[in-house]
């Protein structure tokens, strides 16, 4: 699986930004898929993950309320809706999928196979 994030750019405080994430190659079923990000001097961390058929959805503390993911299979695309954002959610944000990934494991780095490349997200207050 090849992951394809875009939607990254700029925004004021208190701004939305939508991020998506087109997977492509033979293998696409039953793949969890999610976002992680990583701001400048700090360890990646999770932001949202959802389940093959987008019915459980799992959030971060910082995340929760404010972002939304979801996903369309047909698509083979996942997007992050973020709203009222904040300087602190500045950071490279990552798509990441798996297709061995449980409730248990779905925010766990170390879970996920298969990587975007990154889009960054820029916050300004």
């Known amino acids: 699986v090849q992951l394809q994030a875009s939607g990254g750019g700029l925004a004021q405080a208190g701004g939305s930004l939508r991020l998506s994430c087109a997977a492509s190659g033979r293998t696409y079923s039953d793949y969890a898929m999610g976002w992680f990000r990583q701001a400048p001097g700090k360890e990646r961390e999770f932001v949202a993950a959802?389940?093959?058929?987008?019915?459980?959805?799992y959030y971060s503390d910082s995340a929760k309320g404010r972002f939304t993911i979801s996903r369309d299979n047909a698509k083979k695309t996942v997007y992050l809706q973020m709203n009222s954002l904040k300087p602190e959610d500045t950071a490279l944000y990552y798509c990441?999928?798996?297709?061995?990934?449980?409730?248990?494991?779905?925010?766990?780095?170390?879970?996920?196979?298969?990587w975007g490349q990154g889009t960054q997200v820029t916050v300004s207050s």
């Open positions: 990441v999928a798996d297709n061995a990934v449980s409730r248990h494991t779905m925010k766990i780095r170390s879970t996920y196979k298969y």
């Open positions: 959802i389940s093959w058929r987008g019915g459980n959805t």
